[in-house]
């Protein structure tokens, strides 16, 4: 389709669908006689969006005269920004003709998300706070408001079409692949993501620009039970992939499995340590198999083959937690192997700060009866010694 520019006013219901959503948020005139920046931001919107596709503008302004009673229209502004794909501040600061005590509580509350964009002419006054948090988040910043709308777009790219409840789904969630397998498995199950509300995001990359956990509060109709679930957030990150390394025993019990000893936060370990199978993520790379041989090498320091790779499955690990995934393989080590393991126990691997294991080695009836690890990693050496 071509190119489309939709302009929602203060207080008016949005489109039913959408490729892209802005929000300008800003200080605004109090009076009629102050000329407002918002037309000329919707101008350089039309001029811009060239992609095929909706785009959608809020502007907090009404259609027809001054805005003079909140009344209504801050849960309006809030829900307006929520569904933004990038909230586009532009803050012309001038203390007599537009305060921005609003403008600074907004900031406030956005300006850590990743979807925002920020501007201010040169002439602006008391932007510092501002233009320093926006610094240090790597938040794109501009002193024009044509440079401002350009840096919006670069963020959204081509877009995405979004209808109903998805609408509720910022870019910088609908792509990202943990988010799309979640709702995938939601689609295939017939539920209705009916809206949500992006609550937190960790972000990584030269410029925070990859979604590696988020967290959503959804509302989602369970179409098998004709109801809305409205109570709970979704937590989810980019699945893993783990590796059972053993040497078979006469018994079950008897198998030696490789694990890794590592320091991680959540831990509520008596040593304060968490006891796993070698694994993790990447949101580089999207092969499971090849990424459970790089961890296996990162975490023991054992380089092999990918023949050697059995797969046991695909299943969440805790699904009343997160959504995420795990890729389950095993691989049967030799005696050499387990021999070397063992002189690998004092010798740390890892990456550096960000990462340190230590090798461990112990039979599966040890780990059992010792509660050595958490019931998923238990769970996951049972279902592959099987």
Known sequence: ?????????????????????????????????????????????????TRDGRLVVFTPELRAGVLSDYTGQIEWEHRGMHDADVVLFWVPRDLETMPAFTTNIEW????????VVYGAPPTAEK???????????GVPIADRLDKTVAAAL??????????????SIPL????????????RAQLHAGNVLEGASLEWTFRVG?????????????????TAEDRVKTNEVVISRPDTSQVLLYRPGATVDETVVVLVREFRSPASTSDGFVHELPGGSSREQADPAVQAR?????????????????????????????????????????????????????????????????????????????????????????????
């Open 108 to 115: 406030g509350i956005w300006y850590g998300t990743g979807k």
């Open 294 to 386: 790089e961890e296996v090498e990162e975490e023991t320091g054992l380089a092999f083959s990918a023949d050697r790779l059995r797969p046991i499955g695909v299943r969440q690990v805790a699904a009343t937690v997160s959504a995420h995934r795990a890729h389950l393989y095993a691989a049967e080590i030799t005696e050499a192997e387990l021999e070397w393991f063992r002189a690998q126990r004092d010798v740390p691997h890892g990456e550096g700060d960000t990462e340190r294991t230590w090798v461990e080695i112990a039979s599966y009836g040890e780990i059992r009866r010792r509660g050595l690890v958490d019931w998923a990693t238990l769970g996951m050496i049972a279902q592959a010694l099987g």
């Open 206 to 222: 030269e410029d925070n620009e990859s979604v590696m956990f988020w967290a959503a509060h959804v509302q989602v109709r369970v």
């Open 1 to 49: 389709m071509a190119s489309e520019v939709v302009v929602v006013h203060a207080n008016e219901t949005p489109p039913d669908w959408w490729d892209a959503a802005v929000f300008l948020a800003g200080p605004l005139p109090r009076t009629d006689d102050v000329a407002s920046w918002n037309p000329e931001a919707i101008e350089h919107l039309r001029e811009q969006w």
């Open 172 to 183: 910088l969630l609908w792509r990202a692949a943990s988010f799309q397998t979640w709702y």
């Open 127 to 137: 932007n510092e706070y501002l233009h320093y948090l926006a610094e240090a988040h």
């Open 154 to 167: 670069a963020m959204i790219g081509d877009g995405a079409r979004r209808e109903g409840g998805e609408r």
